[in-house]
């Protein structure tokens, strides 16, 4: 009897895909079946298309239900910011590595100059996300870049430690948006974040449209950068129509926390590791040296 054009193929068939089933090269109308031996192409079945998976719910809404202006866009370009604060370090990295014994009054100001940056973009966080309520995810990703840049500039080998120049140095203004003019005189990033990120994220959770999900890794995210995600500063400046949004989101932002399910997601922090330390005065090629090498042939 005649088999049929979408069934088995004939017994010849089969007979003739197994005599090169042992050969190594695969006969001319076969394919490979799920044995590992050769049969006609007609036996193996087309694959029956699998549904395609749910998309995950972190893929929910991050960034607030108000809509983002052009202008407050603008204010958070994430990219931006990157690179301005990254180009910071790249340019101190450059600085210690080609004089690292005399160059510390130079990346002292160049430090000054980073957290100046600093504060000027977290205050634009402030800004769009506290008092407008808009784009938490695009102000979330600035205050991770704030701490990624600071942990990045910890792995240059300065001569000194920048966290005490910069203790040392001059106080940076932090503008802080509101109802009236108000300013913190900070002297780290730490003080940055550690009176900015709380406030973030309460403003965040007041939100219905953020799901828990969202909220728990920007808290995750959060203590993983060190801060405590339900502590207050003490001289935070909450402009008055926000206050019981502000407490609102605290209470759900606290109960997150106690929670703890966000303890076992990813951890997004970034670890930088320690750049070479050359002394320029002595090492490196000779044109390179910061003093002439004739000087010191007598202590050699």
């Not at 979408?6 to 895909?17: E, F, N, Q, T």
Request: glycine share 8%.
């Amino acid at each position: 009897k005649k088999p049929s054009g979408c069934g088995l193929s004939s017994r010849a068939d089969l007979g003739k895909a197994s005599k090169f089933a042992g050969s190594g090269m695969p006969p001319k109308g076969t394919k490979r079946a799920a044995d590992g031996s050769w049969v006609p192409a007609s036996v193996v079945g087309v694959a029956t298309p699998q549904p395609k998976k749910p998309r995950s719910s972190m893929s929910s809404n991050t960034s607030g239900g108000a809509k983002l202006l052009p202008a407050d866009a603008a204010l958070l370009h994430v990219p931006t910011v990157r690179k301005e604060l990254n180009d910071f370090v790249k340019q101190l990295a450059k600085t210690v590595d080609g004089d690292w014994h005399d160059s510390y009054e130079e990346t002292d100001e160049m430090l000054f100059e980073w957290l100046q940056s600093c504060a000027g973009h977290v205050s634009n966080v402030l800004r769009v996300g506290l008092t407008r309520g808009v784009s938490f995810d695009k102000c979330h990703e600035v205050m991770k870049i704030v701490v990624d840049t600071w942990s990045n500039i910890n792995a240059i080998p300065f001569r000194g430690c920048p966290a005490e120049s910069l203790q040392e140095g001059e106080a940076v203004d932090f503008e802080i948006p509101g109802d009236e003019e108000a300013s913190l005189e900070i002297h780290s990033a730490e003080e940055l974040v550690k009176y900015a990120w709380p406030l973030l994220l309460a403003r965040a959770a007041a939100d219905g449209s953020m799901g828990d999900e969202v909220l728990q890794q920007m808290i995750k995210d959060s203590s993983d950068h060190g801060v405590q995600p339900e502590k207050t500063f003490e001289e935070e400046a909450v402009p008055a129509a926000l206050q019981q949004v502000m407490q609102t989101g605290r209470a759900r932002v606290c109960k997150l926390v106690a929670g703890g399910e966000w303890k076992s997601l990813p951890k997004t922090l970034k670890v930088h590791r320690m750049r070479r330390a050359i002394d320029r005065r002595f090492d490196g090629p000779l044109h390179r040296r910061t003093r002439d090498p004739a000087m010191f042939q007598d202590f050699f």
